[in-house]
């Protein structure tokens, strides 16, 4: 049974440029959370997606955005980058009432 | 608002000692108490949780958790520490269960064991 899997690994992006970073979740899981964990810091709370649609946000800018596809993946989308979104993204995926499951993560820099 | 205080970024223990790594909470609800590992260049991994009923939780390779109301504390802690416990390691907690609620995240400590 595969875990929550992430891709890409890593990735290399420029000031002002888009980044799109996609994330599986574990089989028979319907929620996914992102998370954003810079050097040093313990893993902040992004959005969560049930159902297609975003149930909770933590406190993002809107150049923060997602998605939930029907087979239950999703996709974390950040606009207009700036070098203090660099950082470890992290995907969890989970079923309801249940404990979350963490994914590898995408290292994102930004230059 | 919830938050969650991890005492000491850095601990270190020699293989064989105790290993004690502190957690304090802040929750205007009922807690729900979790603890993770993160290896290098890793995710995050579930080592224990609290929801409800016995306060004390055992979880995998040999950690236990003791959640203290009167406290606020959900410490760790590990009767002998092995090399491979080597990692950096994160308490959260959570308004609901983990699926539901977001989990708010302390800094994190990081634990060295010397041989």
């Known amino acids: 049974d595969a875990g929550v899997t992430q891709s890409p690994t890593h990735l290399i992006k420029t000031r002002g440029q888009q980044v799109t970073l996609r994330c599986s979740p574990k089989s028979g899981h319907d929620t996914v959370s992102w998370y954003q964990q810079a050097l040093g810091q313990g893993p902040q709370f992004i959005f969560q997606y049930y159902e297609e649609e975003e149930r909770q946000r933590g406190n993002f800018p809107d150049r923060f955005s997602g998605h939930q596809f029907p087979n239950y993946s999703s996709e974390l989308n950040v606009n207009a980058l700036l070098l203090g979104d660099s950082a470890l993204y992290l995907c969890a995926s989970s079923r309801e009432h249940y404990e979350q499951y963490f994914g590898p993560g995408t290292r994102l820099t930004v230059t | 608002a919830q938050s969650v205080t991890q005492l000491g970024s850095h601990v270190s223990v020699s293989e064989g000692a105790l290993v004690l790594l502190r957690c304090n909470y802040s929750s205007s609800v009922p807690p729900y108490l979790f603890w993770y590992v993160q290896y290098p260049n890793q995710g995050l991994q579930l080592l224990l949780k609290y929801t409800t009923g016995a306060t004390l939780v055992k979880g995998i390779n040999g950690f236990e958790a003791e959640f203290k109301k009167s406290e606020t504390s959900f410490h760790l802690t590990k009767p002998s520490a092995h090399m491979s416990d080597a990692a950096e390691y994160f308490c959260?907690?959570?308004?609901?269960?983990?699926?539901?609620?977001?989990?708010?995240f302390g800094k994190g400590t990081k634990l060295s064991v010397k041989p």
């Open positions: 959260a907690v959570s308004d609901y269960g983990g699926s539901q609620g977001n989990l708010i």
